[in-house]
């Protein structure tokens, strides 16, 4: 199998494009920034905002192993919420990516794995959220509007062009490769940074309750998708990806704590625009389709965090 990765550099990139060379599956990846993290994976350095993606002339020169791809999982985004609010430009520019890469499948006839996000939900109610309760009218963030516009426009294109295609809305990754703080502020490697150095940690909202997903159950749930796409068995899905395991934000801050051996000082602040307050995902749709199952509780997935952070600093 053949595959090319957009955004290949970024947290859910790298696994997934380390996890594909481990099982002998060749992989290109694309992305506007080098790996900080590995120099292993063959890659294209690319703006898909502007360039748009390269011709398979350009790809085969690059790697002739994947000179004619089986599939594209497009990952690259800008991906934080919070940022986006401050500058929705760059969420724009995601719709702008989404439409570079989809024309590529269209030219190519290849399927697409597009990486959405549980914000499309705006700000669902409990107990859990399935797939086909997205409320458009209930969008809280330029970054959620732009997923579910990339959304629609690869439904759009499966009706048009008869794309084959798989949505995953992904919650909370957290684990290897994303602990770059400079780039990203993601809560979970906050507070491990903060708490490490005896800092207070900042806290939007203490019952805001989550679906962390530890990396390998993310990367688990792709690979299936990968599989059964490739070989035709489900197509046109969208899919809750995460753990279905609800934890609190002071659930979590406790639990880092605890892995750290310290007591957690806590600055209390209400929630940020654009941030939602609840989410935990009904899995039963990657259960039946895909075979999925999550593996890795919260504990452990923490646990197995904090040693990645102690031994892991960005190459670059
Ligand atoms: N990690 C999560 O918790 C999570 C949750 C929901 C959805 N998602 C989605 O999954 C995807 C991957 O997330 P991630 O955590 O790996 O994000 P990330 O920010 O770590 O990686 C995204 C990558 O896209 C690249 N990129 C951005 N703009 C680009 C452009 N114009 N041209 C080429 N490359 C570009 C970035 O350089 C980066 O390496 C994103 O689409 C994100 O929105 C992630």
New binding site residues.
């Given amino acids: 199998m053949k595959i090319l990765v957009?955004?290949s550099?970024?947290?859910?990139?790298t696994n997934l494009c380390l996890a594909l060379i481990q099982k002998g599956i060749s992989v290109l990846g694309?992305?506007?920034?080098e790996n900080t993290w590995t120099d292993q994976i063959p890659f294209m350095q690319?703006?898909?905002?502007i360039q748009g993606m390269p011709a398979l002339a350009e790809i085969s020169a690059e790697n002739g192993e994947v000179s004619n791809p089986d599939l594209v999982v497009h990952?690259?985004?800008?991906?934080k919420v919070h940022e986006l609010v401050k500058d929705p430009r760059r969420a724009h520019?995601n719709a702008t990516?989404t439409f570079n890469v989809l024309e590529f499948c269209r030219n190519h006839q290849l399927p697409i794995i597009f990486?959405?996000?549980?914000?499309v939900y705006g700000r669902p109610n409990p107990p859990t959220v399935s797939e086909d309760t997205t409320d458009v009218f209930h969008i809280l963030s330029p970054y959620a509007a732009y997923?579910m516009a990339d959304e629609m426009l690869v439904y759009s294109y499966a009706h048009c062009y008869n794309l084959k295609y798989l949505v995953f809305r992904?919650?909370?990754?957290y684990g290897r490769y994303?602990g770059d703080l400079e780039r990203?502020t993601r809560v979970i490697h906050i507070f491990i940074d903060q708490m490490s150095r005896g800092e207070p940690i900042t806290i939007f909202d203490r019952s805001k309750t989550i679906d962390f997903t530890y990396v390998d159950d993310c990367i688990n749930g792709l690979m299936l998708g990968i599989e059964k796409l490739v070989n035709g068995e489900v197509a046109n899905e969208t899919i809750n990806l995460s753990s279905g395991n609800p934890t609190t934000l002071f659930h979590l801050a406790e639990t880092i704590a605890a892995n750290l051996s310290v007591t957690p000082q806590i600055i209390d602040k209400p929630i940020q625009p654009g941030e939602i307050s609840f989410y935990v995902a009904d899995l039963t749709r990657a259960k039946i389709l895909l075979g999925y199952e999550p593996k890795i509780p919260l504990e452990e997935g923490i646990k197995r965090a904090v040693e990645w952070v102690k031994e892991w600093k960005p190459r670059r």
């Fill in positions: 957009t955004g550099s970024g947290q859910v990139g694309i992305d506007k920034r690319r703006d898909l905002a990952l690259a985004a800008n991906a520019e990516i990486s959405s996000s549980r914000e997923k992904l919650s909370n990754v994303d990203m």
